[in-house]
């Protein structure tokens, strides 16, 4: 938390000085649906109904990050409740104590030395989005999102109840 000497207060005087914190910004945005869908799925079918959300077309994370402190509380119950074992592209961003979900076979294209800088940062909900001719050749497999949840002990226990014990643990991004 930032802190500021109050005013009228000298560096090096003997009175320690004291801290005046300063409060919340002020929400800059009223969200909307659209809002709403780029915390969800990560963009919007009209970016400039995402007012604030977007700076020259492409999405201010500055925003965004505020955007998901404020509506995360009301969005990731209801997209847990709606899609068990995922998570929405905003938790991906911000929250995930990984950023990509491991690769179980085939090509890694995030750990290929030849992958260029702009393709390693094409990851979407834990996995890359971006494929090089290795990948093409031998498609990557991929732990699912839930394996993901399930191997940091983020499932909830409605998930899985819903899940059961024996969901999906793998996830083949594309097929030739």
């Known amino acids: 938390m930032k ?12 009175e320690m000085p004291r801290l005046r914190r300063r409060g919340k ?12 869908d780029v915390l969800r799925r990560g963009r919007t079918p009209v970016p400039q109904s995402a ?12 925003a965004v990050a505020e955007g998901w402190g404020e509506l995360r509380d009301e969005l990731l119950p209801a997209y847990i409740a709606e899609r068990p074992g995922q998570r929405p592209a905003a938790w991906w961003w911000f929250d995930a104590p990984e950023p990509a979900r491991r690769v179980l076979r ?18 979407s909900f ?15 497999v991929i732990e699912s999102q839930a394996a993901y949840l399930d191997r940091h002990g983020l499932l909830t226990d409605d998930e899985r109840k819903q ?14």
């Open 3 to 14: 802190h500021a000497v109050t005013a009228g207060q000298e560096q090096g005087a003997n």
């Open 25 to 36: 910004r002020q929400r800059q945005i009223e969200y909307t649906e659209a809002h709403r």
């Open 51 to 62: 007012v604030g959300f977007y700076a020259g077309g492409d999405l201010d994370t500055d």
């Open 106 to 123: 085939g090509h890694d294209v995030l750990a290929d030395p030849d992958t260029p800088a702009w393709a390693r940062q094409k990851v």
């Open 126 to 140: 834990g996995a890359c989005k971006c494929y090089n001719k290795p990948a093409w050749e031998n498609p990557p």
């Open 163 to 176: 899940l059961g014990e024996d969901f999906d643990r793998e996830e083949q991004l594309f097929s030739l």
